[in-house]
């Protein structure tokens, strides 16, 4: 029998422990140590004993595997090329007021939608709003999002300060789709301890990142 995954349920392995993304419930969680050997195992396509099947068993029974003939869960790849490049280049021409004001606006927008909507909304909403095409930017496309990072600090002052990093990649991923640049939000975890962290992507390239430290997180999920 195949299993798949339930939607809206994301996972990586991050730490050799299979970390888990629940969109509807808005939460990060691990399994236990039993259920989790078992699920890497499926997910590997390796063979599986008896002490797996009960630990299978528990996991449909959790609702986070379903029975599926034809299916297969996968093991997490590379959901996007590796981040070679911290950012794109920060120097340039003044900002044009335009580009400040989209840069404040879809901020305040991407914190109302944190507080009023559940993430499950947010997440649909932003895939919805996305450009067609994610590919690597080009030269225009690459200077737009630069103009857009500059915006992004000159206007930092009007928020108050504190763990902003959601509303902040949420904010510049509404005023890259509004200037028809689509890079990828990306969700990353790491463990010991375990933290938890969402930048921008443009193929290789960070496009935005609060806390310089992208390229330490094994992605989850990418938008």
């Given amino acids: 029998m195949g299993f798949r995954l339930r939607d809206?349920?994301?996972?990586?392995?991050?730490?050799?422990?299979?970390?888990?993304l629940d969109v509807v419930a808005d939460r990060y969680f691990t399994l236990p140590r039993f259920a989790d050997i078992a699920f890497q195992r499926?997910?590997?396509?390796?063979?599986?004993?008896?002490?797996?099947?009960?630990?299978?068993?528990?996991?449909t029974r959790q609702g986070l595997l379903l029975p599926d003939a034809g299916a297969a869960v996968p093991w997490p790849g590379a959901p996007l090329p590796r981040a070679l490049h911290d950012s794109f280049a920060a120097a340039g021409t003044a900002v044009p007021l335009q580009v400040l004001a989209s840069a404040v606006l879809m901020q305040i927008r991407a914190e109302w939608m944190l507080r009023r909507w559940p993430f499950a909304d947010v997440i649909s909403r932003l895939r919805a709003l996305k450009p067609a095409g994610s590919g690597p930017a080009?030269?225009?496309?690459?200077a737009r999002v630069a103009a857009i990072a500059r915006a992004f600090r000159?206007?930092?002052?009007?928020?108050?300060?504190?763990?902003?990093?959601?509303?902040?990649?949420?904010?510049?991923?509404?005023?890259?789709?509004?200037?028809?640049?689509?890079?990828?939000?990306?969700?990353g975890v790491r463990t010991n301890p375990f933290v938890a962290h969402c930048w921008l992507q443009s193929g290789d390239r960070i496009v935005?990142?609060?806390s310089g430290q992208a390229m330490l997180f094994t992605p989850i999920m990418v938008v």
């Fill in 154 to 187: 000159q206007t930092r002052f009007l928020f108050r300060p504190g763990n902003r990093c959601l509303a902040r990649a949420l904010g510049f991923a509404l005023c890259a789709y509004r200037a028809r640049v689509s890079p990828s939000l990306v969700f």
């Fill in 208 to 210: 935005h990142d609060d």
């Fill in 138 to 142: 080009g030269a225009a496309e690459g």
């Fill in 8 to 20: 809206d349920l994301h996972y990586c392995v991050a730490g050799q422990r299979a970390i888990f």
């Fill in 42 to 59: 499926v997910a590997r396509g390796a063979p599986i004993g008896g002490d797996d099947e009960s630990a299978l068993a528990w996991l």
